[in-house]
């Protein structure tokens, strides 16, 4: 049984910051792999926004680098997502995804919204 819990989304002026968490719940025994946040605008398809592996090695989208920090929480099987200088583009539902032992999960997913 796994289970990821998001929390962090909200609306945001532009050039604000939010910060997402996302906690991988299991009690199965598995290990956690590699962790990340995607996102879906309405109309567009699911994109990659970030992700870290269980080395720490981080790799984002062209349109996120500089501007967003992918980081985790081994202790407490968490990742998290530091958005800074939003741009409206950014604003979309966020979904949180892990590999956990062989199977990939996804979270419910987390409304962003940059507005004026």
Same mark, same amino acid.
């Given at each position: 049984?796994?289970?990821?819990?998001?929390?962090?989304?909200?609306?945001?002026?532009?050039?604000?910051?939010?910060?997402?968490?996302?906690?991988?719940?299991?009690?199965?025994?598995?290990?956690?792999?590699?962790?990340?946040?995607?996102?879906?605008?309405?109309? #567009?398809? *699911?994109?990659? $926004?970030?992700?870290?592996?269980?080395? &720490?090695?981080?790799?984002? %989208?062209? +349109?996120?680098?500089?501007?967003?920090?992918?980081?985790?929480?081994?202790?407490?099987?968490?990742?998290?997502?530091?958005?800074?200088?939003?741009?409206?583009?950014?604003?979309?539902?966020?979904?949180? #995804?892990? *590999?956990?032992? $062989?199977?990939?999960?996804?979270?419910? &997913?987390?409304?962003?919204? %940059?507005? +004026?």
């Amino acid at each position: 049984q796994v289970q990821l819990v998001e929390s962090g989304g909200g609306l945001v002026q532009p050039g604000g910051s939010l910060r997402l968490s996302c906690v991988v719940r299991k009690s199965i025994f598995a290990a956690i792999y590699g962790m990340g946040w995607y996102r879906q605008a309405p109309g #567009n398809q *699911r994109e990659l $926004v970030a992700r870290i592996s269980s080395t &720490g090695s981080t790799n984002y %989208v062209d +349109s996120v680098k500089g501007r967003f920090t992918i980081s985790r929480d081994n202790a407490n099987n968490t990742v998290h997502l530091q958005m800074n200088s939003l741009k409206p583009e950014d604003t979309a539902v966020y979904y949180c #995804n892990s *590999r956990v032992g $062989v199977q990939t999960y996804w979270g419910q &997913g987390t409304q962003v919204t %940059v507005s +004026s």
